[in-house]
């Protein structure tokens, strides 16, 4: 039914014929081909910790590529920065190989086990238990992140895995001083981590948070990493590791076996790409909702001049096409592999037509008229990084053990940190996630199959400039990487795209969640009078973005200002 109505709306636009996101329709601006760099000669990370960003360069220096530096700063991430991504998490990747001129992206998200039963995520009176979703082993995917490391050493890099995980396991094993979001993670999180001995026994040494400026060791992750260096997916899915953790899972109340962790595989699918006024978005496809949602948002966007637009009109045309994409990110979006996505819709500029045709000139459409959907406060709990190497190489790795800390749950005699990511399915249908997400059918826990996501790591690539960009931040994500990728193809560089205020809409709740300062008085006004309602909201995102200037050929690395300046590097 909804389906048809969909198809209602993709013939109207097509019979008012204004085609949406077709490069050829925009003007473009002026290429000077035969003057552009064809390689930077030099290389540019951007991550959000100064120790995985040098991990990242020293990889570089003993002759990896930009993909053995990816594998050297996602590791040291799982070491330093635990409470975003790790190796008992998941990752998602876009990437250029220069060689061949080829995109692709890296699927290392997270599984359902076999045994995944919805009954575990609900109370006794069939109200949504909160605390097995996103707390302990029965929150947890099987990991996807150990298999994604090995993968982009065996396909995509130039060194061995173990030279790339180096600078994880040296920095796991001789320590390291935790910064302030660390220790804060670590306080907020301290009664959940009391829960499990070995969480209390790695994150809470003598019984409370290591000291600021206090030396901090990970012995079990450095040994699992390790194994992983040696034995490469027989270190992590199978042997010492994979029995230590079904042990430590079976133990606490999970129901995770052998088989699914020996059973886990990499995906390798084709990015989502679009065109969108001279500018090339390669962005990410299902099991990720991030690349349906923007492709579509910037659609509806192509068929407006937003240049000539005052801010509340090119705020509200925005928001209005969040509003839209996020209704079918609800509706539709799915495992690629378990169910049949109506893409070719979505991604059609018909389909955009029609919905810019529903949009009114002034006036906010509510959300309730649309279809129906619930929600609350995204969080900002996963990790993002950049990198462009001097063959010009690109990589945008989005990472996560979903919320703060994952499941707070250690796997013991692991070290290993497990995700929450079952919460990203739709465990109860029509009851909001963390992030205030709904869901349908589409994104109902299986066996084996991966939970949708948001996350977006992207690559643009313009007449003249490219950007390689993404940001952590639950549903806000999606928003986050359009605004900062519509900052770039406004001539922002490195710095002012992660600066941008920041504003996001997700069909439901119908509100507008805002940056303080992100709006004049003026706009607000507007907005206002047209029918929107705001919250303001904090924290934004940690972008991390490296952009190439291929007239100049420099480039530019920057993180978000919100979290960690200066993280951003290039050498
Ligand atoms: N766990 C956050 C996401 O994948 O969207």
């Not at 150990?146 to 320590?175: C, E």
């Not at 490469?232 to 699914?260: C, I, M, P, R």
């Not at 008229?369 to 945008?396: C, E, K, R, W, Y």
């Amino acid at each position: 039914m909804k389906l048809a109505l969909r198809w209602h709306v993709l013939l109207l636009g097509f019979l008012l014929g204004t085609s949406g996101a077709c490069a050829a329709d925009q003007p473009t601006p002026s290429t000077q081909a035969a003057q552009l760099a064809e390689r930077p000669g030099h290389a540019g990370i951007a991550s959000a910790n100064k120790l995985a960003t040098e991990a990242g360069f020293e990889v570089l220096a003993k002759g990896g590529n930009a993909f053995d530096a990816a594998i050297a700063v996602a590791s040291t991430l799982s070491v330093v920065e635990p409470e975003s991504s790790g190796i008992g998490g998941g990752f998602m990747a876009t990437m250029y190989i220069a060689g061949n001129k080829r995109t692709v992206f890296i699927d290392a998200r997270e599984t359902a086990p076999a045994a995944v039963n919805p009954k575990d995520y609900l109370n006794p009176d069939g109200t949504p238990n909160r605390d097995t979703a996103l707390k302990g082993p029965l929150s947890a995917g099987i990991p996807g992140e150990p298999a994604g490391l090995v993968w982009l050493a065996k396909n995509y890099g130039k060194l061995p895995l173990s030279a790339s995980l180096a600078p994880a396991i040296r920095t796991a094993r001789d320590g390291f001083k935790p910064d302030d979001r660390l220790l804060g993670a670590i306080k907020e999180e301290q009664k959940n981590l009391e829960r499990w001995p070995a969480s209390a026994e790695k994150f809470l040494p003598n019984g409370n948070a290591p000291a600021a400026g206090e030396t901090w060791r990970d012995p079990g992750q450095a040994h699992t990493l390790e194994l992983l260096a040696n034995y490469g997916d027989a270190g992590f899915y199978s042997g010492e590791t994979a029995q230590k953790l079904v042990d430590a899972v079976h133990a606490a109340g999970g129901n995770w076996t052998l088989k699914d962790l020996a059973s886990y595989r990499v995906k390798e699918r084709t990015p989502i790409t679009i065109d969108y006024h001279g500018y090339k978005i390669i962005t990410a496809p299902p099991p990720s909702s991030g690349g349906v949602a923007i492709a579509e948002i910037l659609n509806i966007l192509s068929g407006f001049d937003l240049s000539k637009l005052d801010q509340a009109h090119r705020v509200h045309l925005t928001i209005e096409a969040m509003r839209r994409a996020f209704r079918d990110h609800n509706d539709y979006l799915g495992d690629p592999d378990f169910v049949k996505m109506p893409l070719n819709m979505l991604l059609s500029p018909y389909y955009a037509d029609g919905l810019r045709q529903s949009i009114l000139p002034d006036k906010a459409t509510p959300s309730s008229m649309l279809a129906p959907s619930g929600g609350q406060d995204p969080g900002m709990h996963t990790t993002h990084f950049s990198i462009i190497d001097a063959d010009g190489n690109m990589v945008a790795i989005t990472s996560t053990v979903n919320y703060l800390l994952g499941s707070t749950f250690v796997a013991k005699g692991t070290g290993v940190l497990l995700n929450d990511e079952m919460d990203d399915f739709a465990l109860v249908p029509n009851k909001p996630n963390v992030y205030g997400l709904l869901g349908s059918t589409a994104n109902a826990p299986e066996p084996g199959k991966r939970m949708l996501s948001s996350m977006s790591p992207s690559i643009v690539i313009g007449p003249d400039r490219t950007a390689v960009i993404g940001s952590p931040g639950g549903s806000t994500i999606i928003t986050q990487v359009l605004e900062g990728i519509l900052a770039f193809i406004d001539g922002g560089d490195a710095h002012q795209v992660v600066a941008k205020k920041r504003f996001h809409h997700q069909f439901m709740p119908d509100v507008v969640m805002v940056e303080p300062g992100a709006f004049d008085a003026e706009t607000t006004n507007a907005l206002t009078q047209m029918g929107y309602s705001f919250k303001e909201r904090g924290p934004w995102g940690f972008m991390n973005v490296v952009i190439w200037d291929r007239r100049t050929n420099k480039l530019d690395a920057a993180s978000d200002p919100r979290r960690d300046d200066g993280l951003g590097k290039v050498q």
